[in-house]
Nanobody
Framework: QVQLVESGGGLVQAGGSLRLSCATSGRTLSSYVMGWFRQAPGKEREFVAGITWSGGTTRYADSVKGRFTISRDNAKNTVYLQMNGLKPDDTAVYYC???????????????WGQGTQVTVSS
């Protein structure tokens, strides 16, 4: 079993930055692909970024490429999402997830955190 806890969300002005963290407990994080998803009110949950267990491969949604960076520290069992150049459209609840392969659909991930709210004001 893997437990995931996100932190780092908050309110920021457009153009600002936030760094989200996802701390894990239970099984070691190093054997899992990790992903970040987000869900805005009235919208489906969408893929944001993913990273393999080694950190050697990353994948991003087109909407965040060049602005967001996913990274992981397996020794600390933590995955991060650095978000720069935030836009009001980035407002959502952000979730981290653990799974077997990098996929852009939620069903590919077995474990989920409870989410952290990110609000970007214009």
């Amino acid at each position: 079993q893997v437990q995931l806890v996100e932190s780092g969300g908050g309110l920021v002005q457009a153009g600002g930055s936030l760094r989200l963290s996802c701390a894990t407990s239970g099984r070691t994080l190093s054997s899992y692909v990790m992903g970040w998803f987000r869900q805005a009110p009235g919208k489906e949950r969408e893929f944001v970024a993913g990273i393999t267990w080694s950190g050697g491969t990353t994948r991003y949604a087109d909407s965040v490429k060049g602005r967001f960076t996913i990274s992981r520290d397996n020794a600390k069992n933590t995955v991060y999402l650095q978000m720069n150049g935030l836009k009001p459209d980035d407002t959502a609840v952000y979730y981290c997830a653990a799974g077997g392969t990098i996929r852009a659909y939620p069903s590919a991930y077995a474990y989920w955190g409870q989410g952290t709210q990110v609000t970007v004001s214009s």
